[in-house]
């Protein structure tokens, strides 16, 4: 049976026409692989052109759309006529029509939490760079070496002020370079473009922690905020994040034989399940019964908290009160678990673990600033020779 393309009009927004091609049989839609009736051609016309332009610009579009139309229609009903290259080429060309943004987008609403918010960060600043527009045969190592020097000069979508962090335009760019590696798996690219592109530098940042004695001395000042006090020194004893914390239920939290505290915790970036053994003396800042089944188990254990720049106003008073001047935040409690692991002898991999990193690598930054540290030290005896 041939297949016959015809040549449709949808109305769309400010008075224009979309074109598109109406195929029956329907065809097979080379990205789903399911068959469909439409094909949007990404032209429009005027419903009613009122200047010359508008007219020439009707009269031109639909003569281009019918050529598309026309050469559609002899592909899929006249294939013998190409070789196996020139059918090959034809596909090249097809896919390289396609709009690499909008793929962005598809692959970005295929994440799951902390990540998907990552991506569609990322795209806010692909969309000004493109203006939303750029086809996968347009694409090269140049456009990507502009795109990155883009993301290194902008202003932060978050701040009229300031410009566009290192590490955030580290993030945004490897979310590209993500997507260029799927399409070149997914056939579309036909080389490897991602391999050839050099990723950004990561700048290298502090990770602000506590001392025991600081953690201590944080325990015995009063906070404005006692379950912000109880959470953040939740967050010290376990290393987990406050999102993991707010999230935390009591169905989460289980005993083994040895009467031995575990939480099921889920990364909000990995999103895999993580078991954790925790002491007791962290169980008992959940302010929960011995037995933990014995509490609602559908119940958030930190029923109430919650953590914002509101929140920050509470936990920078109890830091001063405490008489300790580092600028720390939430996220330094978990940084403080993880140096003090470390500081005590744990070895990294069981860090790494506790922590639910899915890289060493990520764990190792907590171990150069040990390594730091311990360096330091070497200097605070001297004798004098």
Same mark, same amino acid.
């Given at each position: 049976?041939?297949?016959?393309?015809? *040549?449709?009009?949808?109305? &769309?927004?400010?008075?224009?026409?979309?074109?598109?091609?109406?195929?029956?049989?329907? &065809?097979?839609?080379?990205?789903?692989?399911?068959?469909?009736?439409?094909?949007?051609?990404?032209?429009?016309?005027?419903?009613?052109?009122?200047?010359? !332009?508008?007219?020439?610009?009707?009269?031109?579009? $639909?003569?281009?759309?019918?050529?598309?139309?026309?050469?559609?229609?002899?592909?899929?009903?006249?294939?013998?006529?190409?070789?196996? &290259?020139?059918?090959?080429?034809?596909?090249?060309?097809?896919?390289?029509?396609?709009?690499?943004?909008?793929?962005?987008?598809?692959?970005?609403?295929?994440?799951?939490?902390?990540?998907?918010?990552?991506?569609?960060?990322?795209?806010?600043? /692909?969309?000004?760079?493109?203006?939303?527009? *750029?086809?996968?045969?347009? %694409?090269?190592?140049? @456009?990507?070496?502009? !795109?990155?020097?883009?993301?290194?000069?902008?202003?932060?979508?978050?701040?009229?002020?300031?410009?566009?962090?290192?590490?955030?335009?580290?993030?945004?760019?490897? @979310?590209? @370079?993500?997507? %260029?590696?799927?399409?070149?798996?997914?056939?579309?690219?036909?080389?490897?473009?991602?391999?050839?592109?050099?990723?950004?530098?990561?700048?290298?940042?502090?990770?602000?922690? /506590?001392?025991?004695?600081?953690?201590?001395? /944080?325990?015995?000042?009063?906070?404005?905020?006692?379950?912000?006090?109880?959470?953040?020194?939740?967050? +010290? *004893?376990?290393?987990?994040?406050? @999102?993991?914390?707010?999230?935390?239920?009591?169905?989460?939290?289980?005993?083994?034989?040895?009467?031995?505290?575990?939480?099921?915790?889920?990364?909000?970036?990995?999103?895999?399940?993580?078991? %954790?053994? $925790?002491? +007791?003396?962290?169980?008992?800042?959940?302010?929960?019964?011995?037995?933990?089944?014995?509490? =609602?188990? #559908?119940?958030?254990? !930190?029923?109430? !908290?919650?953590?914002?720049?509101?929140?920050?106003?509470?936990?920078?008073?109890?830091? #001063? =009160?405490? #008489?300790?001047?580092?600028? &720390?935040?939430?996220?330094?409690?978990?940084?403080?678990?993880?140096?003090?692991?470390?500081?005590?002898?744990?070895?990294?991999?069981?860090?790494?673990?506790? /922590?639910?990193?899915?890289?060493?690598?990520?764990?190792?930054?907590?171990?150069? $600033?040990?390594?730091?540290?311990?360096?330091?030290?070497?200097?605070? $005896?001297?004798?004098?020779?």
């Amino acid at each position: 049976m041939t297949t016959k393309a015809t *040549l449709r009009e949808k109305k &769309i927004s400010k008075g224009r026409k979309s074109l598109y091609l109406d195929f029956y049989p329907p &065809i097979t839609n080379q990205e789903t692989g399911k068959p469909t009736r439409r094909e949007f051609l990404g032209l429009y016309i005027y419903e009613k052109p009122k200047t010359p !332009f508008d007219k020439t610009h009707n009269i031109e579009t $639909i003569k281009l759309a019918n050529s598309i139309r026309q050469k559609r229609q002899n592909i899929l009903n006249k294939p013998e006529i190409y070789n196996d &290259i020139e059918r090959e080429q034809l596909r090249a060309k097809e896919m390289g029509e396609q709009c690499f943004v909008e793929y962005f987008k598809k692959l970005a609403n295929k994440r799951k939490a902390s990540n998907h918010d990552n991506w569609v960060s990322a795209l806010k600043y /692909l969309e000004p760079f493109t203006n939303g527009k *750029l086809i996968f045969a347009d %694409l090269s190592e140049k @456009k990507f070496e502009d !795109f990155k020097e883009y993301l290194l000069t902008t202003k932060s979508n978050k701040s009229d002020k300031a410009t566009l962090s290192q590490n955030s335009a580290v993030s945004y760019f490897n @979310k590209v @370079k993500a997507a %260029l590696k799927q399409a070149y798996k997914d056939g579309i690219l036909q080389t490897d473009l991602n391999a050839k592109i050099k990723p950004i530098k990561a700048a290298d940042t502090r990770r602000e922690f /506590l001392t025991l004695d600081e953690l201590n001395q /944080l325990v015995k000042t009063p906070c404005n905020n006692p379950m912000l006090k109880r959470a953040a020194l939740f967050s +010290a *004893l376990t290393g987990m994040a406050h @999102k993991e914390i707010m999230n935390m239920k009591w169905k989460d939290i289980s005993t083994n034989d040895k009467n031995e505290y575990l939480v099921l915790s889920k990364r909000q970036k990995t999103q895999k399940d993580n078991y %954790l053994p $925790i002491a +007791a003396q962290a169980y008992s800042l959940t302010d929960g019964a011995a037995n933990p089944k014995d509490m =609602a188990q #559908g119940e958030n254990v !930190f029923e109430g !908290f919650t953590y914002s720049a509101y929140h920050n106003k509470h936990l920078y008073q109890w830091i #001063g =009160a405490a #008489g300790i001047t580092k600028d &720390i935040t939430f996220h330094c409690f978990r940084h403080t678990y993880a140096t003090l692991q470390l500081f005590n002898g744990t070895d990294i991999y069981t860090v790494s673990k506790m /922590l639910g990193h899915k890289d060493l690598k990520t764990t190792q930054i907590y171990a150069k $600033i040990v390594d730091e540290a311990k360096r330091d030290t070497t200097n605070k $005896i001297q004798l004098d020779m």
